[in-house]
C-alpha cells in the first residue's frame, strides 16, 4: 500500500534512509485540538534522545477514549498540525487516521504503518504516560505492545522522576506483565511478550490543548503557547470560541 500512511508532502520519501539504512521511525497520535507547543517541543526531543530520522505525527479522526464535544473538525486539526511542523526537520503529519474516518485505534495504525515498511524498518509509538496507564482499554493492546515499542512521555510537574517511574512500573506489573522489570533505573522496561517501554523526559512545558481551548472562549491570546501560523488559522476559521 504505497500510501498506507497517507503521508503529508513534508512525509518522509521512503522507509530507508541514503546508504541503505532502514528508517527509524516514531508515530506520535492524539487529538491535537489544537497541537501546540508542547507538542512540538516533545516530538523534536523525543527524535532527537532515540536517534529517530522523523516522527510522524497522527491526528486522530474520532478518538474513542475522548468525548467529541469541543472537538474541532478533523480536517482543522489535520491543517494545524501541518502548518505547524512545516519547515521543521524531522517532523511530519500523515492523515492515515482521517482518511480511514471512525474511531481511530492505535493498533491499525500501526499495522498499516508495519505493512507499508521494510522489514528493517524501525517503528516507535509516541504517548503520554496518562494515555499510556489507559493503554490496557485499548484495542488489541496486547498486540500493539508486542508489535512496537513504547515512548513514554512523563507529565511536565514530575519530568519522569522516580515517583513516575514506579507508578509506571506497578502498572506494567499489575496489568500487564507481572515479571515487568525496570532496567538499570533508567527508566526503560522490559517484560515478556512486551517490545519495549521507555520512560522518557522531555522539557516540562505545562500546557495543553484544554488551556488553550480555555484561553480561546475567554478572548485571550495563544502568543508563544501555539505555533503563530496555527493561532492565525484558528482565528481565520473562529475556532473555539
Same mark, same amino acid.
Given at each position: ?55 510522524? %505525527? #497522527? =491526528?486522530?479522526?474520532?478518538? *474513542?477514549?475522548?468525548? @467529541? $464535544? /469541543? ?6 486539526? &489535520? ?67 508486542? %508489535? #512496537? =515499542?513504547?515512548?513514554?512521555? *512523563?507529565?511536565?510537574? @514530575? $519530568? /519522569? ?6 507508578? &509506571? ?73
Amino acid at each position: 500500500m504505497p500510501q498506507a500512511a497517507g503521508r503529508s508532502s513534508s512525509g518522509r520519501g521512503g522507509s530507508r534512509r541514503r546508504g541503505g539504512r532502514a528508517a527509524r521511525l516514531g508515530l506520535f497520535g492524539g487529538t491535537f485540538n489544537p497541537i501546540h507547543v508542547g507538542h512540538l517541543r516533545a516530538a523534536i526531543e523525543v527524535r532527537e534522545g532515540f536517534g529517530l530520522d522523523e516522527v510522524i %505525527l #497522527v =491526528p486522530a479522526a474520532t478518538p *474513542p477514549h475522548k468525548p @467529541a $464535544a /469541543g472537538l474541532a473538525p478533523a480536517a482543522d486539526r &489535520l491543517a494545524m498540525a501541518r502548518l505547524a511542523v512545516r519547515g521543521v526537520r524531522g517532523l511530519s503529519v500523515s492523515d492515515a487516521e482521517i482518511r480511514r474516518g471512525g474511531p481511530s485505534y492505535t493498533i491499525d495504525t500501526v499495522r498499516r504503518f508495519l505493512a507499508a515498511s521494510p522489514p528493517a524498518a524501525e517503528l516507535f509509538l509516541i504517548v503520554g504516560l496518562d494515555a499510556f496507564l489507559e493503554i490496557d482499554t485499548w484495542k488489541s493492546y496486547r498486540e500493539l505492545l508486542a %508489535l #512496537v =515499542p513504547v515512548i513514554v512521555i *512523563p507529565r511536565p510537574a @514530575a $519530568a /519522569g522522576g522516580p515517583t513516575e517511574r514506579r507508578a &509506571l512500573g506497578r502498572f506494567l506489573r499489575a496489568r500487564l506483565a507481572r515479571r515487568a522489570r525496570e532496567v538499570a533505573g533508567q527508566g526503560a522496561f522490559c517484560a515478556p511478550g512486551v517490545r519495549g517501554i521507555h520512560l522518557f523526559p522531555v522539557t516540562p512545558l505545562d500546557i495543553s490543548s484544554r488551556l488553550i481551548r480555555q484561553l480561546l472562549a475567554a478572548g485571550r491570546s495563544i502568543r508563544f503557547l501555539a505555533p503563530d501560523a496555527v493561532g492565525r488559522y484558528i482565528e481565520r476559521r473562529g475556532l473555539y470560541r
